[in-house]
């Protein structure tokens, strides 16, 4: 539900802010010159916003399906602009495993990155106190058998729903409000703060277009590379069903993925438990969308989130009727 | 001051004044006593409320005192029952919300009330019904209950009806259960009063009121390949008159008019309403916020009103390209869709009214708002539900909205707005100007001023 109280600060007096105009105010035609950059990171902002919508609500009864629907509308449309467009360069924020006792490994992916972009300027510093649930690429989930058992979470949720991924997000956006004013002079919204941080990860990506590519050939490079990202692209998946379309990884082989070690402890869905005890367990998203994408069942209509948990409470009935227990 | 008028004058000088609120003061709010759904009867002297912990409340109208001429029939409680609990659906793992959706009634046939209330997958029909006598004196019983010896029985007597306190009893009578894959959304008694229709995102379904092992499917918009999917249905109502015709709104801004007679499926609709969008204020938001909440026919059955996230539009079923009327709600959000799609309200759903002669419409807004509109004089209001405005027949005052610029005194900013504070759910007398405002968990009765 509504994440702040207010707009903006409470009180706080509002100064005129050109950029965020550029975010929601006029329609920003995409063949404007020096507007076109605003309307591509409006896009991106917008891409990200959605995909974590997608991807982070992990409710206790059926997210709703109109809701589900005109997010994945909004994602189609943008993908398919950006088809048009000719170009399938980066859209995703770059995240990281900030509390992760393998960063070394993503680290080592950064440099190719970071030191393209303004020195001041690191895109793990946006979202290093970012839980796991706000990742916004699954590929960046994988990281070997860890990726379930690694991550604590790190807010106290609340008894019902999880507080929506984005909040810890803003409260590094403006923690590093400071690093990014030479982007943005006047970053007074968070949209504009969102921008910015988009326009940093753009900008850097940008450049990385003519880096050497870099290919996932281990699950923890998070620099999606062009190849993966179109595929990425290709593929949104179709979020009401199970399918076995293309998934994310291709690079990625099923072994790797169905016969890791994955820690099921979360899925053991007991109605007894309290709410608090269900919001503690972890939910790494990742793991619902290979899965998703590889489990056989496509004839219900299951959500998104929840293709693991159904295949495994189903096991269990079916178990317990073949044991008569 | 100026308000809109509605019942049988229009345009008149007219004002809102306070009448009661219902609810707990604590700022509190338990989820539970969240209000969703409000509906008066077909006389008016019934006001049920549905909340998100699955109960119904009655209140019921007074009788008109005489020595107290200025409380014009207060509302006050009559029956409060659980309609439905939280389920689980174990093939899902996932919680079934006991939340009433909506609640509809039926029209009165007998000393008693009957209504639908609906959550997101069973729908129920309820009889109210009043018990003030008893009966004394039964033969093959005592008074206590326990039953006597036949054989001990040497005389026979009439059981006699001795009065008792009133007691309102509310019993389940019908359960419409399973027909619905998807989360129901509306429920609509038809003018037959024999046949109701509910809809999900996918589905329409027609029941007989008597039956609850069958039901019809009278819409399907579900694609054979999921995928696919790109526009789910938002809202259906039956027309007031015509038993035969339906509308049912999408979250692309579409309504559909489907007539049952065509044919068995009405999957191909009769009438088709759409307005071409605005090229100069399209957006990345268009499609959100042209997804059409709810869908209310008037009383006339000659126009339909849409509410989308930032407008209403009054629609002559005569003229499908087009409404007749567009009603701004509050154009000052067009600036904050972005913020208003990341924490979620973009997606609110805001239902809307029309007044008993069809002269007025009304609906919600955030900061606990609320809008109405005099289609004659085209003149607007915005009120507020608030405590502060809360003193027996205080005249409530007008609200505005700053949009920038200078604020003036008792305006307030955009940015000050509590989008927590919405006002989802309204309801208007079906002959007098009493309206019923749900503001969170709190139920607001306003009536005109009697001068």
Known sequence: ?325 | MAGVAGGGGGGNDFQWCFSQVKGAIDEDVAEADIISTVEFNYSGDLLATGDKGGRVVIFQREQENKSRPHSRGEYNVYSTFQSHEPEFDYLKSLEIEEKINKIRWLPQQNAAHFLLSTNDKTIKLWKISERDKRAEGYNLKDEDGRLRDPFRITALRVPILKPMDLMVEASPRRIFANAHTYHINSISVNSDHETYLSADDLRINLWHLEITDRSFNIVDIKPANMEELTEVITAAEFHPHHCNVFVYSSSKGTIRLCDMRSSALCDRHSKFFEEPEDPSSRSFFSEIISSISDVKFSHSGRYMMTRDYLSVKVWDLNMENRPVETYQVHEYLRSKLCSLYENDCIFDKFECCWNGSDSAIMTGSYNNFFRMFDRNTRRDITLEASRESSKPRAILKPRKVCTGGKRKKDEISVDSLDFNKKILHTAWHPTENIIAVAATNNLYIFQDKIN
């Open chain 1, 1 to 325: 539900m509504g994440v702040q109280r207010y707009m903006l600060g409470k009180g706080g007096k509002r100064k005129f802010d050109e950029h965020e105009d550029g975010l929601e105010g006029k329609v920003v035609s995409p063949t404007d010159g020096p507007s076109k950059v605003s309307y591509t990171l409006q896009r991106q902002t917008i891409f990200n916003i959605s995909l974590m919508k997608l991807y982070n609500h992990r409710p206790l009864t059926e997210p709703s399906l109109q809701k589900t629907v005109l997010i994945n509308n909004m994602l189609r449309r943008i993908q398919e602009e950006l088809k048009q467009e000719g170009s399938l360069r980066p859209v995703f924020i770059t995240t990281s495993q900030p509390t992760d006792p393998l960063g070394d490994n993503f680290r080592e992916a950064q440099p190719a990155f970071s030191h393209l972009a303004s020195p001041s300027i690191h895109p793990t510093d946006f979202v290093s106190t970012t839980p796991l649930e706000s990742c916004l690429t699954p590929a960046s989930l994988l990281e070997d058998d860890t990726f379930c058992t690694s991550q604590t979470v790190q807010h106290d949720g609340p008894t019902k729903l999880p507080p929506p991924a984005i909040q810890p997000v803003k409260d590094s956006f403006s923690s590093a409000l400071d690093e990014i004013e030479e982007l943005c002079p006047t970053p007074t919204s968070t949209e504009a703060v969102a921008v910015a941080a988009a326009a940093a990860a753009a900008a850097a990506e940008d450049s990385k277009e003519n880096s050497s590519e870099s290919n996932i050939q281990k699950p923890e490079g998070v620099q999606e590379s062009r190849t993966s990202e179109s595929k990425l692209m290709d593929s949104l998946p179709g979020n009401f069903e199970i399918t076995t379309s293309t998934g994310f990884l291709t690079d990625l082989t099923l072994d790797d993925i169905l016969f890791a070690d994955i820690d099921t402890s979360m899925y053991d869905f007991d109605p007894c438990t309290s709410a608090t005890g269900t919001a503690s367990k972890m939910a790494p998203v990742s793991a619902d969308d290979l899965l998703k994408t590889l489990a056989p069942y496509s004839s219900q209509p299951v959500t998104p989130n929840q293709p693991f948990k159904m295949d495994l409470t189903e096991l269990d009935h079916i178990m317990e009727v073949l044991v008569g227990s």
